[in-house]
């Protein structure tokens, strides 16, 4: 007979994990007590070693589905005579280092009651249990129980509180639980959405973090007049599908798209489209669909009850403002979209959107990383001081540190108004109570002029605590050190490309070549640069990004051009002054500025309703083709700096145009074209400086044909390739990388403007 305590560690709490140890215990036959606490759950466990051991193995092997166990660690304890029960005890007063779950689409087992005729819960909504359902966006404190979740608006009715004080039942400790007669309710029948859906109508559905925008995807008027509504422009919508099924008649599913379609945090799934018309007026130029199934049980009831097959789902907001949470304000805001409301009265307390992720050979690589893994840890290499990252401009996610664990927002949005740093203030606040966390520091970009740097000067200097700042490219690369565990002190070489980051020298970079690791890397490549004139208007209009590049490469403006075309004559003139003069013009080595002016001189794409719009038509152009041709590389040193040469890359556009070539042809020799490059420029500073893996992130490796032709050159060359899987390499990323320098000490101190 022995007795041991048990610690476990990790996303334990609010997801049954007491009561699977409660049962598992039984099962076995041991006596003891489990409980949670300030640190995770504690077990003390007493009878045959060799049965503790079983319990050991079976504890991580059976664990709850929702549940991330950390570390297990066992103690000897001396056993207690007479004890003959397994308990579970009172919850001592939790904080910090246990993490709040994640939201968890409708497991199995509820999905089965919710059908079944026979159950109290058939066709109730917000049917819930320990292993599905709300958490992160209910919970309004610690430690994680009814009273602090907006929950707590609702009083158990007998029989669900039997089921919640029933240490064998499901339901034990579920803090969303509920049925028809004591929780939540919609604001309407199941049956009139639907009609309004079949009927052409768009509605907007409250859910699980905020409202959707839904109306029938393949109804091409109702979907363009949601487009027109919401003043979206070409910005691909996601849609919501019944079943697999019903995915694989509308996109190329793989076995790794299927599991994560289906994975309990549902993110939305870039598939390929099979069904052109449809990604044609859904997603249009893109050749792709994001496709999520169903994850609220209320989606479920939709499609039970007869609901089109194929649903748009677009977050329920207005351009560039977050998305809307509660009824009065999304009556008052979506007025003018939505023809009818379905709302619900359980309170949102933290707004969340679906999480997008792309698969590319087999590997899941994230685009938005919200709902469903929001606000799981990460953790990190070196211990971190209390710290609050604020990330960059765009796609803004926020980061709370302490130790050795770094906790990831939710997509917040891009933080270019008043709305949206609301949210991001609101945000930091949520996430630093919930985990506990005082910051000793505040971490932005070191870009002077965005908002959210403005913010964390301000939050520091109210707070009484240092405003610190990294670079951006700096900060991609040490996410992704972080997320794929790289030690400190490895030199990794990284190849940053992304449309626009704040660079040491105050130009804008963005075809960065870096070596070093967290604490800090020398910039020892880039592409070259070129002088951009008027800044936001080329990013709208890739015609003037690409007559740039042109004058940078010493190339003419030939009138037949599609980029020249496009514009108007006086437009040209214009431009040609101000790239003379050097008046408004900023320099600039953004890789994704040179995609736009691939993009427009092979005439894919002239006006970008939204980011990076003519990058994606250019990727979209260039699945379309095969083969292995590679426009020319050049790369060479220039006074101990590797120099990514566009110039020949420009004139081979302007060829294959005028000679007629397929226009996905010459995408694909571009994109392999800049792969080559990539591994041309690594094989080279391999022979001068040491290191072993290559790392690439910066928001233009969200671009899979990219990613995975560099993967291929890099490997060819015996490079070990470093890509996202856990963070989305765009700037989504950034706060994770913004805590990962400022634990090494890599972050400069701010130097405050007055
Ligand atoms: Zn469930
Ligand atoms: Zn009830
Ligand atoms: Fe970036």
């Not at 899987?725 to 090494?744: F, H």
């Given at each position: 007979m022995t007795r041991r305590a048990v610690r476990v560690t990790g996303t334990v709490q609010g997801v049954g994990f007491r009561p699977f140890v409660f049962g598992l215990a039984k099962d076995l036959g041991l006596t003891g007590v489990v409980g949670n606490d300030a640190r995770g759950v504690f077990i003390e466990l007493q009878g045959p070693s060799t049965v503790i051991e079983d319990f050991l193995a079976r504890l991580v092997a059976e664990a709850p589905p929702m549940a991330v166990v950390d570390a297990v660690t066992a103690d000897e304890l001396p056993v207690l005579a007479g004890e003959s029960r397994f308990d579970i005890v009172a919850s001592a007063e939790s904080s910090g280092a246990t993490s709040i779950p994640p939201d968890t689409a409708v497991c199995a087992d509820c999905l089965h009651e919710l059908r079944d005729p026979a159950d109290r819960r058939q066709g109730y909504a917000f049917i819930a249990c320990t292993n599905c359902g709300p958490r992160y966006t209910i919970t309004t404190g610690l430690p994680y129980d009814r009273v602090n979740t907006t929950m707590s608006a609702f009083e158990l009715c007998p029989p669900c509180r039997r089921e919640y004080e029933d240490p064998s039942s499901r339901r034990f400790h579920a803090q969303p639980t509920a049925c028809a007669r004591c929780g939540p309710r919609l604001s309407m029948p199941v049956d009139e959405v639907v009609d309004a859906l079949r009927n052409g109508l768009i509605v907007a559905i409250k859910g699980i973090g905020g409202y959707h925008l839904a109306c029938n995807a393949e109804d091409p008027s109702a979907t363009a007049e949601l487009r027109n509504r919401k003043g979206r422009g070409a910005k691909p919508f996601a849609v919501m599908v019944a079943d697999l099924d019903v995915a694989r008649d509308i996109a190329e599913v793989s076995t790794e798209d299927a599991s994560l379609l289906s994975s309990a945090a549902r993110p939305i799934v870039v598939l390929r489209a099979r069904d052109e018309a449809l990604s044609g007026y859904v997603a249009p130029g893109t050749d792709t669909l994001g496709v999520m199934l169903p994850y609220a049980p209320l989606h479920s009831l939709l499609f039970d009850a007869g609901a089109p097959r194929v649903l748009v789902m677009t977050s329920g907001n207005l351009s560039d403002e977050p998305i809307c949470t509660e009824p009065d304000e999304a009556e008052q805001r979506l007025s003018g979209i939505a023809d009818v409301f379905c709302h619900h009265d359980r309170t949102i307390h933290v707004a969340c959107d679906d999480s997008v992720v792309r698969v590319e050979a087999g590997q899941r690589l994230p685009v938005?990383?919200?709902?469903?893994?929001?606000?799981?840890?990460?953790?990190?290499?070196?211990?971190?001081?209390p710290l609050l990252a604020v990330g960059g401009e765009l796609k803004t996610t926020l980061c709370v540190a302490q130790g050795p664990l770094a906790w990831l927002s939710q997509h917040v949005g891009d933080t270019v108004n008043l709305e949206t740093l609301a949210m991001l203030s609101r945000t930091a606040?949520?996430?630093?109570?919930?985990?506990?966390?005082?910051?000793?520091?505040?971490?932005?970009?070191?870009?002077?002029?965005y908002l959210s740097t403005g913010w964390a000067s301000r939050r520091a200097e109210s707070t009484g605590v240092r405003h610190l700042t990294v670079q951006h490219h700096h900060a991609h690369f040490a996410s992704l050190l972080t997320e794929r565990q790289v030690p400190p002190g490895e030199p990794v070489l990284g190849f940053i490309f992304d449309g626009t980051g704040y660079g040491t020298d105050g130009t804008i970079w963005g075809g960065e070549i870096l070596l070093g690791s967290y604490s800090g890397v020398r910039r020892i490549g880039h592409l070259r640069p070129i002088s951009l004139p008027g800044g936001?208007?080329?990013?709208?209009?890739?015609?003037?990004?690409?007559?740039?590049?042109?004058?940078?490469?010493?190339?003419?403006?030939d009138p037949d051009l599609p980029s020249v075309t496009t514009l108007a004559p006086n437009e040209v003139a214009l431009l040609g002054q101000m790239l003379r003069s050097g008046s408004h013009c900023t320099p600039t080595t953004s890789m994704g500025r040179l995609f736009d002016a691939v993009s427009s001189l092979l005439g894919v794409c002239q006006d970008v309703d939204y980011e990076a719009q003519a990058a994606i038509e250019l990727e979209a152009c260039a699945m379309r083709a095969g083969g292995q041709h590679a426009w020319t590389p050049d790369v060479r040193f220039e006074q101990d700096v590797v120099i990514i040469d566009p110039s020949a890359w420009l004139s081979a556009a302007i060829a294959d145009g005028r000679a007629g070539i397929p226009v996905p042809q010459s995408a694909r020799a571009f994109h392999l074209g800049v792969a080559a490059a990539v591994a041309r420029a690594a094989e080279m500073l391999a022979n001068r400086f040491e290191f072993r893996r290559v790392a690439l992130s910066g928001g233009v490796f969200a671009n899979t044909v990219l990613a995975s032709a560099c993967q291929n050159a890099l490997s060819r060359a015996g490079l070990d390739v470093?890509?996202?899987?856990?963070?989305?390499?765009?700037?989504?990323?950034?706060?994770?990388?913004?805590?990962?320098?400022?634990?090494?000490?890599?972050a400069a101190e701010s130097v405050r403007r007055r």
């Open positions: 938005r990383r919200s709902r469903g893994y929001a606000p799981l840890p990460v953790r990190l290499l070196q211990d971190s001081s606040d949520t996430l630093l109570d919930l985990q506990r966390v005082d910051p000793d520091a505040v971490v932005s970009d070191a870009h002077p002029d936001d208007a080329a990013t709208r209009h890739p015609g003037r990004t690409a007559l740039a590049h042109l004058y940078a490469a010493g190339l003419t403006w470093l890509t996202h899987r856990v963070v989305p390499p765009n700037d989504g990323g950034l706060a994770l990388g913004q805590v990962a320098v400022a634990a090494a000490g890599g």
